[in-house]
């Protein structure tokens, strides 16, 4: 599921997070993810996706506040890509 593989990659950029504590309602600011961290997230869901977030780090931090909206976002795109 797309959810695990956002988590998953969360957890890899920062390692004292443990999975089973975020859900799609989890926020960004809540954990300390710095926009450099949610741009290592971001770029990372790309290339494992093949699809491409077109979103700055600076809209990044402003659109993508939770789990979710990173899920929603990367389901559009993936539909629109099929």
Same mark, same amino acid.
């Given at each position: 599921?797309? &959810?695990?593989?956002?988590?998953? &990659? &969360?957890?890899?950029?920062?390692?004292?997070?443990?999975?089973?504590?975020?859900? *799609? $309602? =989890?926020?960004?600011? =809540?954990? /300390?993810?710095?926009?450099?961290?949610?741009?290592?997230?971001?770029?990372?869901?790309?290339?494992?996706?093949?699809?491409? &977030?077109?979103?700055?780090?600076?809209?990044?931090?402003?659109?993508?506040? =939770?789990? /979710? $909206?990173?899920?929603?976002?990367?389901?559009?795109?993936? *539909?629109? *890509?099929?």
């Amino acid at each position: 599921m797309l &959810i695990d593989d956002v988590i998953e &990659i &969360i957890c890899e950029v920062r390692t004292e997070l443990n999975a089973s504590e975020l859900s *799609k $309602d =989890t926020q960004f600011d =809540t954990l /300390g993810l710095s926009s450099l961290e949610l741009t290592e997230v971001i770029l990372e869901l790309e290339e494992r996706h093949e699809v491409e &977030i077109d979103i700055s780090t600076v809209d990044a931090a402003d659109s993508l506040k =939770t789990v /979710g $909206d990173i899920v929603a976002t990367l389901e559009e795109l993936l *539909k629109s *890509k099929n």
